[in-house]
């Protein structure tokens, strides 16, 4: 409640259901994406609520420091940085994909770190702050064409290992949110056509619901680890369905 927190990646999935309970809590929030009308709709659902919706391409990151920029005129600080944008367009290495490894590159791994650059100045002169990121169950485990896409969530989670070890003695907490499946529109990012169809029939098998879960559920963890106590720090968070094997 009251705290500034800024999403990033807050136009579907993980990021908009956050921005909703986040708002229906209180909390003061500036949401970033592409897309600006499914901003816009976020807005327009939770009337009362602050919320500041900003365009950024996170792989920009003049774009990113613009978000922070407008949140600190509009705020005047920022408690949480929620890296949580993110992008799957996953495929074989043998494909050769260089388009979607640069893509990939540039979202999942330097558009987090443009986010913790544009936020840690403030964090410091604060002597308080928050980062969460947005990692993966593929952050821990491989599997066969998802490599590229898992070395980025691997990425993420020493990025947010290394930041957690550098700035705990300024009371800056990490959380790495590491998720099984969701079900989101990351599953159409994927350009090879088998891997996604065959993801987008598994949501509908019997036993599907065991297999996937909802993205309020995990805003529902998220909102657990911005209300942590001052001394404690959720550093990592694996959530998976509960029957999902990898
Ligand atoms: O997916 P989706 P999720 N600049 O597609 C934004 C991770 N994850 O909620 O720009 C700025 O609904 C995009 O906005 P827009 C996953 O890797 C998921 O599932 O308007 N923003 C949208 O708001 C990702 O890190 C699963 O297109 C950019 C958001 O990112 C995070 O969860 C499993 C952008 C994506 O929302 C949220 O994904 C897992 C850019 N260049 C990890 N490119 C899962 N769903 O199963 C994309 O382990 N966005």
Avoid: C
């Avoid at 136009?11 to 009308?37: D, F, H, P, Q, V």
């Avoid at 590159?105 to 928050?130: C, F």
């Avoid at 159409?188 to 309020?216: F, H, T, Y």
Wanted: hydrophobic share 40%; no cysteine; proline share 3%.
């Amino acid at each position: 409640k009251d705290k500034v927190v800024v999403i990033m990646g807050a136009s579907s999935g993980i990021g908009a259901a956050t921005a909703k309970l986040l708002a229906e809590k209180g909390a003061k929030l500036t949401i970033s994406a592409r897309r600006m009308n499914r901003l816009e709709e976020i807005q327009k659902s939770n009337v009362g609520a602050d919320i500041l919706a900003v365009e950024a391409d996170v792989s920009k990151a003049d774009e990113v420091q613009n978000v922070i920029d407008k949140t600190m005129e509009k705020y005047g600080r920022v408690d949480v940085m929620f890296n949580n944008a993110g992008i799957m367009p996953v495929n074989n290495l043998s494909e050769v994909a260089r388009q979607e490894w640069n893509q990939m590159l540039d979202v999942n791994v330097k558009g987090v770190l443009n986010g913790i650059a544009s936020v840690l100045p403030i964090m410091r002169e604060q002597k308080s702050g928050h980062v969460i990121t947005t990692s993966s169950v593929l952050g821990y485990e491989l599997l066969p064409g998802f490599a590229t896409y898992s070395g980025t969530k691997f990425a993420v989670r020493a990025i947010m290992e290394g930041l957690r070890q550098e700035e705990r003695g300024n009371n800056i907490k990490t959380t790495i949110l590491a998720p099984g499946t969701v079900n989101t529109e990351l599953v159409d990012s994927i350009n090879n056509d088998e891997v996604r169809e065959g993801l987008k029939a598994a949501r509908k098998q019997p036993g599907a619901e065991m297999m996937g879960m909802d993205p309020e559920e995990i805003a529902s963890a998220v909102a657990f680890v911005i209300d942590t106590p001052a001394n404690m720090a959720v550093n990592e968070m694996i959530i998976r369905p509960t029957g999902q094997e990898i």
